[in-house]
């Protein structure tokens, strides 16, 4: 890693990109990215690749597969059409924050509000940051209990480390935020 860092970053970063375009989500890439390049590099070059990636497989949605997106969920998310309308870029970047749908179908979803690809971009990158983050948290964390031992800590260790416990909570935070979030926005 440390004498191919570019070349292994272009590779991850690639490699995320494909997994989203074709049905990936993001947890597992958050995960591997904070093992392998720590929490700041991994948690920037995985939503770099996962903003990418959804990017790409909205525009494909969009021209390819948008009125059988719409005749699937446009019933369910209608009352939100008008609210994205008026606001899209913060309505957009509140659903990304907010999450709670699986990845892939919330790279889908935005084909019925016909977001800007501008506006869809930015608001994936800094929507998902403060999980990614806290997910390549938890692999940095990993990764150094590794380093740290020999052998395989018991279960317990590892929950009590303050390398794995702080982005649990941090995770625990976001979610109480989403849950309240959630009951105002819906």
Known sequence: ??????????????????????G???????LISGFIFGKFLGAFL???????GATFLYVFANYFLKDFIKEKFLFKFQNLVLKFKKNEFNY???????????FVIANLLPVIFN???????????????????????????????????????????????PEIYIPILGFIFIVLVTFVIRKFFY
């Open 1 to 22: 890693k440390e004498t191919n860092l570019i070349f292994i970053s272009f590779l991850f970063f690639i490699l995320t990109i494909i997994w989203v375009f074709f």
């Open 115 to 161: 977001i800007k690809i501008k506006n869809y971009f930015i608001g994936t990158f800094l929507g998902i940051i403060p999980q990614i983050f806290i997910i390549a948290s938890l692999g940095s964390g990993l990764d150094k209990i590794i380093e740290q031992n020999e052998t395989a800590p018991p279960i317990i260790d590892l929950l009590f480390s």
């Open 92 to 102: 957009f970047l509140l659903y990304r924050f907010i999450g709670g749908i699986p």
């Open 46 to 52: 995985v939503a770099l690749g996962l903003t990418f």
């Open 24 to 30: 990936g989500f993001g947890s597992p890439a958050a």
